[in-house]
């Protein structure tokens, strides 16, 4: 009987694909807290997640360089504009607190994830070899 590493992993390596797009977002507005005008993005990971499924769930790629993932996470269109608790006199929307914040709790998701994943092919390899 073949082993489908699809049903296996569940959605884990999606979760991880975005969870590194969020990374790269929150860095960025990090990077960009002192930039007038510039507004602080976020993803809603509940609901890309919810909505793609999670055979669909990929990076968009914008430059011919990029490396392509199967599926397709409209990155644009998942991407929202974080609604600022105090609004600056420059435009710009980050709070730096808050995308700290954010950017750890996503870190330790990611990291977890990772941990959950590493145990299913540890758990896959011990299955392989009837260990």
């Known amino acids: 009987m073949a082993i489908s590493f699809d049903k296996a992993l569940g959605d884990m390596p999606a ?13 960025s507005n990090l990077a ?3 930039t007038p ?5 976020d993803i809603d990971f509940r609901n890309v997640l919810a909505s793609a499924g999670a055979d669909q769930v990929a ?16 990155g644009e269109a998942q991407m929202l504009y974080r609604v600022p608790v105090q609004p600056s006199l420059d435009g710009n929307t980050v709070n730096s607190q808050i995308e700290q914040a954010e950017f750890t709790e996503n870190a330790v998701r990611y990291q977890s994830t990772m941990t959950f994943l590493g145990g299913r092919f540890k758990s896959l390899k011990l299955a392989i070899t009837g260990g």
């Open 32 to 34: 960009n807290a002192d």
């Open 37 to 41: 005008g510039f507004k602080a993005r």
């Open 15 to 27: 979760q991880l694909t975005l969870y590194s797009k969020r990374s790269s977002l929150l860095a």
């Open 59 to 74: 990076l968009k790629t914008t430059r011919a360089g990029h490396i392509s993932a199967p599926g397709s996470l409209s």
